[in-house]
């Protein structure tokens, strides 16, 4: 018998970090790297915020709270709810965890018996199927149009069985940053209403990254049918580049926000207090930064787009939201690298693109769809646009 638990052997390390600290790795070794594969805003945490945070400091709101948020930033989630989603939520409703990482497991782990089903579409962020699997869950992967990186109701419908208890959702995606317009999302309903036994859990971590005129939507507020079994999971995070302050939040049904709320109580607890009153001026307070945020990352992931599909071999779709782009490298397999390396797969891509020009990104495989790669283009242009000449040069070497 071994000392290290069983189900740990059903998991694997997070790619996106596996691929940050490499390049941290041979940065301080005095390489110079660009690293593409962080998931968070460069922008700095706008000051209203840091100063809602120094006054609790100062005010000595620095001891426990209630284990999933305090009654304050429950209320202005509810209010969130209401003004951006249309979804009415009473503060009952309401979790309130360290990150939405932590919401997503809570969840898992208070609702998956051996041999509950979770569908997955692809790709999908990292963690979604190990955490299902720590939860004792089976993951089932629904596969993507490979152009679009979006499920079809036919595929979703097929991959539903007596054993489906949920179907984890994101729009728009990490990694794709793919999203589902309003017509598409409700196509998806429309399956999803035909089997009253499946769940949604709803990632909307991404919801104020869009572009162009692309309109946001969340599954129980296109199909209001849906609910009574759907937890809608956000945070302050990556609209209020908030990511190190570590609060994600959900509405759902009080019966499983009380099972979440059960689990949180026998595992972190609450989350910091300093971060929650920090959440509650970034819902309750001025938004306008949002849309010239946005702004910049649209110009950025233009510039990316760009640069990318000039790239021999490489064909890089534009993206609806988020702040990552997933291009395909399908066109460079069978090629060999500089050091004499065939690419057979975007793993091989990777390494060696890291290896060769010191740019980071990550395969594709590990967010269940190659051969791509992800791409996040939350930096500079300088640091962007030096990084895709690298890419350029590095494709078009070849042979």
């Given at each position: 018998m071994g000392f290290i638990a069983d189900a740990l052997s059903r998991v694997k390390p997070s790619a996106t970090i596996a691929v940050t600290n490499k390049a941290r790795e041979l940065k301080a070794a005095g390489r110079d790297v660009i690293g593409l594969g962080a998931g968070e805003p460069d922008f700095d945490t706008p000051e209203n915020i840091k100063a809602a945070a120094i006054a609790a400091i100062n005010e000595g709101k620095t001891k426990y709270t209630a284990v999933?948020?305090?009654?304050?930033?429950?209320?202005?989630?509810?209010?969130?709810?209401?003004?951006?989603?249309?979804?009415?939520?009473?503060?009952?409703?309401?979790?309130?965890?360290t990150g939405g990482k932590q919401v997503l497991y809570n969840a898992l782990m208070a609702t998956i018996n051996p041999g509950d089903e979770v569908l997955i579409p692809t790709p999908y962020w990292v963690s979604y199927p190990d955490m299902v699997l720590l939860a004792g869950g089976e993951p089932v992967v629904v596969e993507a149009d490979k152009a679009t990186f979006k499920i079809t109701p036919e595929a979703l419908e097929s991959a539903i069985t007596p054993k489906t208890k949920w179907l984890i959702f994101n729009s728009p995606s990490n990694p794709s940053g793919a999203g589902y317009s309003r017509s598409e999302l409700k196509a998806l309903t429309d399956v999803l209403m035909k089997h009253p036994h499946v769940w949604v859990m709803s990632d909307d971590?991404?919801?104020?990254?869009?572009?162009?005129?692309?309109?946001?939507?969340?599954?129980?507020?296109?199909?209001?049918?849906?609910?009574?079994?759907?937890?809608?999971?956000?945070?302050?995070?990556?609209?209020?580049?908030?990511?190190?302050?570590?609060?994600?939040?959900?509405?759902?049904?009080?019966?499983?926000?009380?099972?979440?709320?059960?689990?949180?109580?026998?595992?972190?607890?609450?989350?910091?207090?300093?971060?929650?009153?920090?959440?509650?001026?970034?819902?309750?307070?001025?938004?306008?930064?949002?849309?010239?945020?946005?702004?910049?990352?649209?110009?950025?992931?233009?510039?990316?787009?760009?640069?990318?599909?000039?790239?021999n071999g490489l064909s890089c779709p534009v993206p609806e939201g988020a702040f990552y782009v997933f291009p395909s490298c399908e066109g460079l397999i069978g090629k060999t690298a500089p050091s004499g390396k065939v690419i057979e797969n975007d793993l091989d891509f990777a390494a060696e693109l890291l290896e060769t020009e010191g740019v980071a990104v990550v395969p594709g495989s590990a967010f269940g769809l190659g051969p791509n790669f992800r791409v996040s283009y939350a930096t500079s242009n300088e640091a962007l646009t030096e990084a895709c000449t690298r890419i350029q040069r590095f494709c078009g070497n070849l042979k």
């Open positions: 999933d948020g305090i009654p304050e930033l429950k209320k202005a989630i509810c209010a969130k709810f209401e003004r951006d989603n249309g979804l009415k939520y009473e503060p009952a409703q309401i979790t309130v965890g971590m991404y919801e104020h990254l869009v572009y162009d005129d692309f309109e946001f939507t969340t599954p129980a507020q296109v199909e209001p049918g849906l609910y009574e079994r759907t937890l809608t999971v956000n945070g302050v995070s990556k609209a209020y580049s908030m990511t190190g302050w570590r609060i994600g939040y959900a509405g759902g049904p009080v019966e499983l926000i009380k099972a979440m709320a059960k689990i949180q109580s026998q595992s972190t607890s609450n989350p910091s207090s300093i971060a929650q009153w920090a959440a509650v001026e970034a819902l309750n307070g001025t938004q306008d930064f949002i849309a010239p945020n946005n702004e910049v990352f649209k110009g950025r992931r233009d510039l990316v787009v760009s640069m990318l599909n000039q790239a």
